[in-house]
């Protein structure tokens, strides 16, 4: 019977702790919110992607699998319209450029397809635009001076691209340890790409 | 003495329910940010050929001709664009989104569809090309990508989007939560 008393104080406790918690959450965020009555414009950006379901059908679709060191981060604001002018099949002429981030990377070995030189660039979308950050949502993230395995899609006059935002880049250092115990058949492990080029 | 424990047991469980500090997060399937209303415009896109236009168009009614509380409308002093071409680079579609940190709510957007790798990837072209449009207007009414569910998303990344191009139920009603 103690036990139900006590069981029954510490409810009624637990109430009032929580009651009055409650409405000090609720007036703080009433006077932040009146205090930042417009608030910091962010910009982001949402890609609809091709996604692989494995490394097999990833490596497929990939012109260039290589291993690299990414050196320098840079961003631009690139028209990556294919052609001038109209657009030969929907007819638009001029289109909005996009933010992007290029990825400046010494290549260490090629996996497939071909590198000129030992650098190269790829660009993924998000960047600096008009002076503010623009986020790629859910993106894979490279730091400069890591090594990476990358995929990647090349283009007659752009940058290659990554060929989607969340399956193109694996951190060579973190992956190996990572594929070992991945249980997920969803991921596509460095050790699953590696495996198709023994 | 049993009735004792059973007492205590619903005492304990009322505890941990009236305890547990609530607390509620934009969280899947919704974005950090969305449109403040359902009634969105849409600058022009006639200077699209009529294909396009015509794709555009069904993108739109996919939403507008849904049970959604939403609207579409096109309107010249618009914030708010879409465009498609031939892009360099390997995505289907773009939305891009500026938005108020505080309230979430968005100040302008950009879709852009990119008619290249819809060619490339398509066995229907014109339903391929609307799921990629009607998918990225979901993320102007909150939607994210790939919500953690196994009912049909148009939201998913890995749908076949030869034939899901319509706004399914659980995308309606995550639309229908945040605007009635």
């Given at each position: 019977m103690k036990k139900v008393i006590i069981l029954i104080v510490l409810l009624i406790v637990n109430i009032f702790i929580f009651t009055a918690c409650g409405k000090t959450i609720e007036q703080n965020e009433v006077e932040t919110i009146e205090q930042n009555e417009v608030g910091e414009e962010i910009t982001i950006i949402y890609a609809d992607y091709p996604m692989y379901d494995s490394a097999q059908s990833l490596v497929a679709a990939a012109d260039l699998v290589f291993v690299g060191r990414v050196e320098n981060i840079t961003y631009q604001v690139l028209n990556t319209k294919t052609e001038d002018g109209k657009d030969s099949m929907t007819g638009l002429a001029v289109a909005d450029s996009i933010p992007y981030t290029i990825y400046e990377i010494e290549v260490?070995?090629?996996?497939?397809g071909n590198i000129a030189g030992t650098t190269i660039s790829l660009k993924r979308p998000g960047g600096i635009l008009d002076g503010n950050e623009c986020i790629l949502e859910n993106a894979t993230v490279i730091t400069s001076e890591n090594t990476y395995l990358f995929t990647a899609a090349t283009f007659e006059n752009s940058y290659p691209s990554f060929l989607n935002a969340t399956q193109s880049a694996y951190d060579i250092a973190y992956d190996m340890k990572a594929a070992s115990f991945s249980t997920d058949e969803e991921i596509i492990t460095l050790s699953q790409i590696l495996e198709l080029f023994e | 003495m049993k009735k004792n424990q059973k007492i205590g047991s619903l005492a304990l469980l009322l505890i941990l329910i009236i305890g547990y500090p609530i607390t509620a997060y934009a969280a899947d399937p919704y974005a950090l940010s969305g449109s403040e209303s359902g009634s969105i415009t849409v600058k022009?896109?006639?200077?699209?050929n009529d294909t396009w236009i015509s794709y555009i168009d069904n993108g739109i009614k996919a939403w507008n001709g849904s049970t959604a509380p939403v609207e579409i409308s096109i309107s010249s002093p618009s914030n708010n664009s879409i465009q498609a071409a031939r892009y360099d680079d390997s995505w289907y579609g773009l939305c891009t989104k500026s938005y108020d940190e505080t309230t979430g709510y968005i100040t302008k957007f950009a879709i852009q569809i990119n008619a290249r790798t819809i060619a490339n990837a398509a066995t229907s072209f014109s339903d391929f090309a609307e799921s990629v449009i009607a998918h990225e207007f979901g993320h102007v009414f909150w939607l994210c990508d790939n919500p953690r569910t196994k009912l049909r998303t148009l939201m998913y990344q890995k749908r076949d989007r030869n034939v899901l191009k319509l706004p399914q139920t659980f995308d309606i009603d995550n639309v229908k939560a945040k605007y009635e």
């Amino acid at each position: 019977m103690k036990k139900v008393i006590i069981l029954i104080v510490l409810l009624i406790v637990n109430i009032f702790i929580f009651t009055a918690c409650g409405k000090t959450i609720e007036q703080n965020e009433v006077e932040t919110i009146e205090q930042n009555e417009v608030g910091e414009e962010i910009t982001i950006i949402y890609a609809d992607y091709p996604m692989y379901d494995s490394a097999q059908s990833l490596v497929a679709a990939a012109d260039l699998v290589f291993v690299g060191r990414v050196e320098n981060i840079t961003y631009q604001v690139l028209n990556t319209k294919t052609e001038d002018g109209k657009d030969s099949m929907t007819g638009l002429a001029v289109a909005d450029s996009i933010p992007y981030t290029i990825y400046e990377i010494e290549v260490v070995s090629v996996y497939k397809g071909n590198i000129a030189g030992t650098t190269i660039s790829l660009k993924r979308p998000g960047g600096i635009l008009d002076g503010n950050e623009c986020i790629l949502e859910n993106a894979t993230v490279i730091t400069s001076e890591n090594t990476y395995l990358f995929t990647a899609a090349t283009f007659e006059n752009s940058y290659p691209s990554f060929l989607n935002a969340t399956q193109s880049a694996y951190d060579i250092a973190y992956d190996m340890k990572a594929a070992s115990f991945s249980t997920d058949e969803e991921i596509i492990t460095l050790s699953q790409i590696l495996e198709l080029f023994e | 003495m049993k009735k004792n424990q059973k007492i205590g047991s619903l005492a304990l469980l009322l505890i941990l329910i009236i305890g547990y500090p609530i607390t509620a997060y934009a969280a899947d399937p919704y974005a950090l940010s969305g449109s403040e209303s359902g009634s969105i415009t849409v600058k022009s896109y006639s200077s699209h050929n009529d294909t396009w236009i015509s794709y555009i168009d069904n993108g739109i009614k996919a939403w507008n001709g849904s049970t959604a509380p939403v609207e579409i409308s096109i309107s010249s002093p618009s914030n708010n664009s879409i465009q498609a071409a031939r892009y360099d680079d390997s995505w289907y579609g773009l939305c891009t989104k500026s938005y108020d940190e505080t309230t979430g709510y968005i100040t302008k957007f950009a879709i852009q569809i990119n008619a290249r790798t819809i060619a490339n990837a398509a066995t229907s072209f014109s339903d391929f090309a609307e799921s990629v449009i009607a998918h990225e207007f979901g993320h102007v009414f909150w939607l994210c990508d790939n919500p953690r569910t196994k009912l049909r998303t148009l939201m998913y990344q890995k749908r076949d989007r030869n034939v899901l191009k319509l706004p399914q139920t659980f995308d309606i009603d995550n639309v229908k939560a945040k605007y009635e």
